[in-house]
């Protein structure tokens, strides 16, 4: 085993992009940027704290809750959650943030990376609510860099494949919560808390 110190190792392993690739970059959004972000009702915010120890941040809303503001500027809604609000944290002392932008079924995805800052109100933070949700903190990013990624990650792993899905392979998230956050609580009630029809009725309640 030899540990990669360096960039010419580094390439020496996986050689150099294509021109198309490397050249791919945008420091503002396009029409096809706006119109991946109008579909996509799912993207992964990476964060940073001051030190450099990383977060990555599920967030979900119905396609077109990403608020496009202007050609370098996407907003992005807090919903109810469990309140640890760890991304916003790191944005507070380090603004720099990752943005990856799915749609389902689909491979491909749209990176975006730039600066953040958080908001308590907008002049567009009416049109953020949802199922009479007004969120009160918005995350906004200055969009410095943003480009499509190539679908290979998805077609290895078979994400968008039914037939190889196995939601029953690791314990529930019930049985997780049971085992490592609340251990006094009986698994049923905590099942009862997790039920599906129950859950999703408090997705955007405070």
């Not at 809604?77 to 469990?82: D, M, Q, S, T």
């Not at 990752?98 to 009416?126: E, K, M, Q, S």
Request: glycine residues 6%.
């Amino acid at each position: 085993m030899a540990e990669i110190t360096d960039v010419e190792r580094l390439r020496e392993l996986l050689g150099t992009p294509t021109p198309a690739a490397a050249g791919k970059d945008r420091d503002r959004l396009t029409d096809e940027h706006r119109a991946f972000l109008a579909a996509s009702p799912f993207c992964v915010l990476a964060t940073a704290d001051a030190d450099g120890r990383c977060d990555a941040s599920p967030k979900g809303d119905p396609a077109g809750s990403w608020h496009v503001v202007d050609d370098r500027t996407i907003a992005i809604p807090e919903r109810p959650g469990n309140r640890r609000a760890d991304g916003w944290h790191n944005v507070l002392v380090n603004p720099h943030v990752g943005l990856l932008f799915l749609i389902p079924g689909r491979g491909d995805t749209l990176r975006v990376n730039g600066r953040a800052r958080l908001l308590d109100d907008a002049p567009y933070a009416d049109e953020l609510v949802v199922k009479g949700h007004h969120p009160v903190v918005i995350l906004e990013v200055a969009v410095e860099q943003t480009f499509f990624h190539c679908s290979k990650a998805f077609l290895r792993s078979q994400l968008w494949k039914p037939e190889t899905w196995h939601p029953d392979a690791a314990p529930s998230r019930a049985e997780i919560a049971h085992a490592l956050e609340r251990p006094d609580e009986p698994l049923e009630e905590i099942q009862a808390y997790y039920d599906e029809s129950r859950y999703s009725q408090g997705l955007y309640r405070d």
